[in-house]
C-alpha cells in the first residue's frame, strides 16, 4: 500500500476534523480525556460557507458565543522535520536507525492510533462523487496543491484502484458509515447551536447523546 512508503503527509498538512463518534471512541479505546487529544479551531466567519460542506461547525458561551468552531485533532511538533506540526498521533522514526531496507534513508512514519483513527482518516482520500452515491478516488497527488515545504506534499505518486485491492469492501463501509456519523454529529449541531453552553458542557452533552443509540464499535 502506497501509505506504508510515504511520509504521512495528510496527516501534516490538515487539521483532521473528528465526530462525536470518533472523539468518544479514540477516548474509550486509549483510555484519554476528550480535551487532551481534541482542539477546538476557531473559523473565520467568510471560511464558514466553505467549511460547512465538510466540517461540522459548533458555538460555545466560553468566548464569543458567536463564533464557530471546528473540533479536530490536536497537533505537536514534527520531529523529521523541525518547523512543521503534525498529527499528535503520527508517529515518526529514521529508517536508517530501525534498519528498514525498503526504506533506505527514509522516514518511516505512521499512525499511532490505525485501530480507532478518526473515519476521515480511515477514509481519506475517498470521497462520495457530487451525485452523493459513488465512492471516488480523486488522487491527491495530481489534483492539491503542491507546497514548498516538502512534509506538506500529499502521497508520493498518484494513488488507483489497485492500491484499494482487497480493502475495497472495506472502503466503501466505511465511507457509508462516515456519511452516517457527519449526518448524526450535523444534527446535534443544529440543536447545540440553538442554546450553546460552555465547552465542557459539550462533552457531556456528547456522552449523553451517544450512550443510548445505534453504534457501529469498529469501522
Ligand atoms: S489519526 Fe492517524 S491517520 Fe489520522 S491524521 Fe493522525 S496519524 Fe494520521
Ligand atoms: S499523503 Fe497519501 S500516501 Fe501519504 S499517507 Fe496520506 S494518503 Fe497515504
Redesign the pocket.
Request: glycine share 4%; with cysteine; aromatic share 14%.
Given at each position: 500500500?502506497?501509505?506504508s512508503?510515504?511520509?504521512?503527509?495528510?496527516?501534516r498538512?490538515y487539521y483532521v476534523d473528528v465526530t462525536g463518534y470518533d472523539i468518544l471512541n479514540i477516548s474509550k479505546t486509549l483510555m484519554m480525556d476528550i480535551p487532551s487529544f481534541v482542539y477546538t479551531l476557531a473559523v473565520e466567519d467568510d471560511e464558514i460557507e466553505l467549511l460547512e460542506q465538510e466540517s461540522v461547525l459548533f458555538k460555545f458561551t466560553d468566548d464569543n458565543c458567536e463564533k464557530h468552531y471546528r473540533f479536530c485533532l490536536k497537533k505537536t511538533d514534527s520531529l523529521a522535520y523541525p518547523g512543521t506540526l503534525k498529527c499528535m498521533f503520527l508517529q515518526e522514526w529514521d529508517a536508517k536507525i530501525l534498519n528498514y531496507p525498503e526504506m533506505n534513508d527514509k522516514l518511516i512514519?505512521r499512525c499511532g492510533i490505525y485501530g480507532c483513527r478518526p473515519l476521515m482518516c480511515a477514509t481519506?482520500?475517498t470521497k462520495y462523487d457530487l451525485s452523493g452515491n459513488f465512492g471516488f478516488i480523486p488522487d491527491?497527488?495530481t489534483t492539491c496543491e503542491k507546497k514548498s515545504h516538502p512534509a506538506l506534499?500529499?502521497?508520493?505518486r498518484s494513488?488507483t484502484s489497485e492500491d484499494f485491492r482487497g480493502c475495497a469492501e472495506d472502503t466503501i463501509k466505511t465511507l457509508a458509515l462516515q456519511r452516517y456519523e457527519i449526518k448524526f454529529f450535523r444534527a446535534m449541531a443544529e440543536y447545540w447551536n440553538n442554546y450553546p453552553k460552555s465547552i465542557n458542557d459539550f462533552y457531556n452533552f456528547i456522552q449523553n447523546a451517544y450512550s443510548n443509540r445505534v453504534s457501529c464499535e469498529e469501522t
Amino acid at each position: 500500500m502506497i501509505c506504508s512508503v510515504c511520509h504521512g503527509g495528510c496527516c501534516r498538512r490538515y487539521y483532521v476534523d473528528v465526530t462525536g463518534y470518533d472523539i468518544l471512541n479514540i477516548s474509550k479505546t486509549l483510555m484519554m480525556d476528550i480535551p487532551s487529544f481534541v482542539y477546538t479551531l476557531a473559523v473565520e466567519d467568510d471560511e464558514i460557507e466553505l467549511l460547512e460542506q465538510e466540517s461540522v461547525l459548533f458555538k460555545f458561551t466560553d468566548d464569543n458565543c458567536e463564533k464557530h468552531y471546528r473540533f479536530c485533532l490536536k497537533k505537536t511538533d514534527s520531529l523529521a522535520y523541525p518547523g512543521t506540526l503534525k498529527c499528535m498521533f503520527l508517529q515518526e522514526w529514521d529508517a536508517k536507525i530501525l534498519n528498514y531496507p525498503e526504506m533506505n534513508d527514509k522516514l518511516i512514519a505512521r499512525c499511532g492510533i490505525y485501530g480507532c483513527r478518526p473515519l476521515m482518516c480511515a477514509t481519506f482520500p475517498t470521497k462520495y462523487d457530487l451525485s452523493g452515491n459513488f465512492g471516488f478516488i480523486p488522487d491527491p497527488y495530481t489534483t492539491c496543491e503542491k507546497k514548498s515545504h516538502p512534509a506538506l506534499n500529499l502521497c508520493p505518486r498518484s494513488i488507483t484502484s489497485e492500491d484499494f485491492r482487497g480493502c475495497a469492501e472495506d472502503t466503501i463501509k466505511t465511507l457509508a458509515l462516515q456519511r452516517y456519523e457527519i449526518k448524526f454529529f450535523r444534527a446535534m449541531a443544529e440543536y447545540w447551536n440553538n442554546y450553546p453552553k460552555s465547552i465542557n458542557d459539550f462533552y457531556n452533552f456528547i456522552q449523553n447523546a451517544y450512550s443510548n443509540r445505534v453504534s457501529c464499535e469498529e469501522t
